[in-house]
């Protein structure tokens, strides 16, 4: 089998009035790459490459000749396809066309889990059993707590309630961004309307230094987390979270911001957290977070992707170390959840059941990719 062509679209959406901010950026409401790829036998796949920062600079590879790295090679074949993209990041070819570091670990990513989706297709068979079919039902939990200007604790509790009548019984909010103890007034009303026995996670986007952080487990500790995440400043976090964990019972994540396997890899020789959130779309694709879940469970470390429920429940799904995905129920703070997707699981009462489709069991949404959809190649 032979990739033909290769089809990328840009996805974004408007800002909404009030944009939603997490400790100290805001969180684009669309922003990714969709790639597609088509095949001499007929099938095709596609994958999602995802991204904090402007994608400018992903648009810029795919329109100085990119694809022509995909064209021709073999789509069963995701690990040499995968490890031909990666290297590229210390190919001088790479430099004299522009193609930045990040562009190129991104765009891996999305052409990655576009050929595991033709695989899964080709031996008609879904991805989550193809990687080990450990199960085939996930947790899910609601990511909420935004900051948004005007917003007051009322408003939040408004928000928390709203989630309760959709069924969610996992919740992880946002912190960081306010006063010490402004934010844990926050959490305090959260754990208040969700009630002693839900699923509560804390995420300050790495927001505080060291001492901040012991601080603020200490103040949370009587809420009960579930975990804690990527509290501690991006300079020094992977020995901040280490020294941390020294001295709080709460366990602690991260994973989302390492740019690579080796960096989460880094992350459990550590030894501080017990919960690895690395994401697919944006780093690695199902290739390398296939290897890192196996490291997991081999140091007896959980596995809660970061983004995108529907595709990182194939490997949540796969192992014993799978523990729960992530998900954005709120079409203002993530259309592409709402809208991409035309058969989409649903997720009823914390669960995700995974369908038996072959491949992602994922199919386009044609309307959601013209409505946000900008066409690169």
């Not at 309307?193 to 012991?214: Q, S």
């Not at 780093?283 to 296939?290: A, L």
Request: proline share 6%; charged share 25%.
């Amino acid at each position: 089998m032979k990739i033909t062509r290769v089809e990328v679209f840009a996805l974004k959406a408007p800002a909404p009035q009030r944009p939603h901010w997490t400790s100290h950026f805001i969180v684009p409401t669309a922003n990714e790459i969709l790639v597609r790829l088509y095949t001499d036998e007929g099938i095709d796949g596609f994958g999602l490459a995802t991204s904090h920062t402007p994608i400018d600079f992903a648009v810029k590879a795919w329109k100085s000749g990119l694809a022509e790295q995909i064209v021709g090679e073999d789509p069963l074949a995701p690990e040499r396809l995968y490890q031909k993209l990666f290297s590229l990041t210390t190919s001088k070819a790479a430099n004299e066309r522009g193609w930045s570091r990040e562009a190129l670990i991104r765009l891996s990513a999305a052409v990655d889990i576009a050929c595991w989706d033709i695989l899964g297709k080709a031996a008609r068979l879904p991805l989550f059993r193809i990687f080990g079919g450990h199960r085939d039902e996930v947790a899910a939990y609601v990511t909420c707590g935004y900051y948004r200007d005007g917003k007051d604790n009322q408003e939040l509790r408004d928000e928390i309630h709203m989630l309760l009548d959709q069924g969610h019984t996992g919740f992880k909010t946002k912190a960081g961004g306010l006063p010490l103890r402004q934010d844990i007034a926050r959490m305090e009303v959260i754990r208040e309307v969700i009630g002693p026995d839900r699923d509560f996670m804390v995420d300050p986007n790495r927001a505080w230094d060291l001492p901040t952080a012991i601080e603020a487990a200490r103040l949370l500790e009587p809420l009960n987390p579930r975990w804690l995440e990527e509290p501690i400043r991006w300079e020094d976090d992977r020995r901040g979270l280490k020294l941390l964990s020294q001295k709080t019972r709460i366990p602690l994540s991260a994973g989302e911001s390492e740019i690579t396997s080796y960096g989460c890899r880094a992350m459990l020789e550590e030894q501080a957290i017990q919960i690895l959130q690395f994401d697919c779309t944006m780093m690695g694709g199902f290739t390398e977070g296939r290897k890192l879940t196996a490291l997991c469970e081999l140091n007896h470390v959980q596995v809660a992707p970061h983004h995108d429920c529907f595709i990182h429940a194939h490997i949540v799904a796969s192992s014993p170390a799978g523990c729960i995905v992530e998900a954005f129920t709120d079409p203002e703070r993530d259309p592409l959840q709402a809208e991409l997707f035309e058969d989409a699981p649903g997720i009823v009462k914390g669960r995700m059941k995974l369908k038996e489709q072959p491949g992602l069991g994922l199919t386009l949404s044609e309307t959601a990719i013209r409505k946000y959809g900008q066409r690169i190649i």
